[in-house]
């Protein structure tokens, strides 16, 4: 079966389609994220319209169902990061599709003008699957294991990345 691959910056009035698709992720892979589906599932419409005054909402559909998601928060972050990418999920009935490929790619595009040629992102130290993938974009690790102020006892590793520009 082919996959149509579309990306799409959300805006304050998907809050409905960000909330669906962040607390499908927070079921799917509770051990991914700081925040959790007990204490997301109880925001109202305001609260989850406040996220997009700070970062931008990306989502990537496989023909027309909505599969993975990222946020890009512009910032002057550690080893020369103007952005970091977060909130990184896939369902994993997509995975292997080539979400992520296209996410990056859709925020390539838009890395001069909005300031993300360098990207920073955490991951779970444990997390190898998505370390993988990571590095298969094109990140490095950067700095050692850092301790997760939102989860006491787990520690993140810092990657960056530097958008291929064509």
Known sequence: MSHTIACVELHADDWARLR?????????SPHAFGGTYEKENLLDEQQWRLDFAKQTHIIASVNGVDAAMMYVENLQGDFGATCWIGGCWSDPNFRGVGLMRAMFEFIDKQATSRDWLVQGLGVWTDN????????KLGF?????????TRQPGKFYQRMIRKTITA
């Not at 669906?20 to 799917?28: E, G, Q, S, T, V």
């Not at 490095?140 to 997760?148: D, L, Y």
């Open 20 to 28: 669906d698709i962040r607390l499908k992720a927070l079921i799917d």
């Open 140 to 148: 490095v690790e950067m700095g050692g294991p850092q301790p997760s």
């Open 128 to 135: 190898n699957l998505a370390i993988s993938a990571y590095e």
